[in-house]
């Protein structure tokens, strides 16, 4: 496939890199910085042809004015790889005949290398009629990943979920550090503990994976985690407040928790 693409940083240099190695053609490389598009056009090489598919990977409210940025021309498909933004933000795109739809990788990408490497085995939310999901869902299987379909309409609630799941996670892990790092432990000793319960989440699903005092119950020792937290690390209170009460409410236990939590 020859594939062009607006927006050379994480997202669109992971996707461009991925591609080259799965033996696709990139024709075209632009974006705002034209220094980093030309890093990425070097990178991944850049061949004479026809764009098969525009691939748009710009920031979410980028998008709101990319058809100031991108002319539509009639390239055969167009996406954007927002997880939250609909397909009809193309719609410049699609009046001037191209197919529009969205491809997102629903996988961190912290830098253009890493993030390629790391869309191996990722899956990739397809929204998109036919005959644009079909070269979608080959194009990612492609790439080594697992695509699937996201309806239009469900866009945000599947973004929420993916957000709780993946800055959730970290803001929890970063509380967990402050604290550790309180008590004198390193924070590296956890790591057993998070991937045996990432892993209990997959396997029981994560309702069934939850343990520990507040799952059990056990309302005194919550209170003494609660007041070692407001002794020895106040500034963690309130975000560890707002953990534990999530805890409660996923256990089915906010109401024996309520006076503790506070």
Known sequence: MNIAIYGPGRAGGALAIAAVEAGHTIVSVKGRNPDRALALADRVGIADGEADILIIAVSDDALASIHEMVVPTAVPYVVHVSGAVPVSILHEFRDAGSIIGSFHPLQTMPDAESGATRLTGASIAVTADEPLRGALFELAESLGCQPFDV????????????????????????????????????????????????????????????????????????????????????????????????????????????????
């Open 151 to 262: 309806a239009d309409e469900v866009k945000p609630l599947y973004h929420a979920a993916a957000a709780a799941a993946a800055n959730a996670t970290i803001a929890s892990l970063v509380v967990a550090s402050d604290l550790y790092q309180s008590a004198g432990v390193e924070f590296s000793h956890t790591r057993p503990l998070v991937d045996a319960v990432v892993a209990n989440a997959f396997e029981l699903g994560p309702a069934d994976a939850l343990t520990g005092p507040i799952a059990r119950g056990d309302v005194a020792t919550v209170e003494a985690h609660v007041n070692a937290v407001r002794t020895a690390a106040p500034e963690s209170l309130d975000a560890f407040l707002s953990l534990c009460k999530a805890v409660a409410e996923v256990a089915g236990r906010a109401g024996e928790f309520e006076g503790v939590l506070r």
